[in-house]
């Protein structure tokens, strides 16, 4: 079965450190690809998404994420944390072909220290 | 302003009874979701609908209930027979296989 995975739950940095959150697809072709965060009581926002084309991803609020189909993997990052950036981020994946579903992992929730 | 709009924003249920979340969207969008959110469970698929009058069960429906009888609203019942029904409810919408773009949500609590 398709599935998402992002291994950590929570991950702490500090303020101003760089940031990779990691994500995991089970899926026998390229689906599409998205990151979202939630801010408490709140729905989601997209940060970036990626169908097809060149592997690194720009978003908003200084996000990049990187497709490697070699992995399965479409890891987040942000070279320098801002207080702000504290929240929970979902990976999700879109499979092509099927229903309009997307499958969403369980999201990490990100703490900054100041 | 495009978007969607989630109401009430806090419900309270007493045990036994119906309650019906609404979501509109303004979007001209033709799918529309509604997902189930508890603490570190991420978020689940309740229902969806990819056109007017005809929706699918996602992967916990039991319990709930939806209808669409408009493009722009996907209301969601969540009735009786859900025996642990509080939860963050969040409602989507997108146009095919593309991102889908969230209500800020409502969160409902049995008394």
């Known amino acids: 079965a398709q599935s998402v995975t992002q291994p950590d739950i929570h991950i702490t940095v500090s303020e101003g450190a760089s940031l990779e959150l990691r994500c995991n697809y089970s899926y026998g072709a390229t689906p599409y690809l998205f990151w979202y965060v939630q801010s408490p009581g709140q729905g989601l926002q997209l940060l970036l998404k990626y169908f097809s084309g060149d592997t690194l991803v720009q978003g908003i609020k200084g996000f990049e994420a990187e497709f490697k189909r070699s992995q399965s993997s479409f890891n987040l990052r942000k070279p320098s944390v801002h207080w702000s950036d504290a929240a929970e981020y979902f990976c999700?994946?879109?499979?092509?072909?099927?229903?309009?579903?997307?499958?969403f992992g369980k999201g990490t929730r990100l703490h900054i220290l100041p | 302003d495009g978007g969607i709009t989630q109401s009430p924003k806090y419900l309270f249920r007493k045990e036994g009874q119906n309650v019906t979340l609404s979501c509109e969207q303004n979007l001209n969008h033709d799918a529309m979701y509604w997902y189930r959110q508890d603490p570190g469970q991420g978020l689940r698929l309740i229902y969806y609908?990819?056109?007017?009058?005809?929706?699918q069960k996602g992967d916990i429906a039991e319990g709930y209930s939806v209808s669409r009888e408009k493009k722009e609203s996907f209301p969601l019942t969540v009735t009786s027979a859900q025996k642990n029904p509080t939860a963050f409810y969040l409602c989507?919408?997108?146009?095919?296989?593309?991102?889908?773009?969230f209500g800020p949500g409502t969160r409902l609590t049995v008394l």
């Open positions: 999700a994946v879109a499979l092509m072909n099927r229903d309009d579903k997307i499958i």
């Open positions: 989507a919408s997108s146009m095919s296989l593309n991102e889908q773009f």
């Open positions: 609908s990819q056109i007017v009058n005809d929706f």
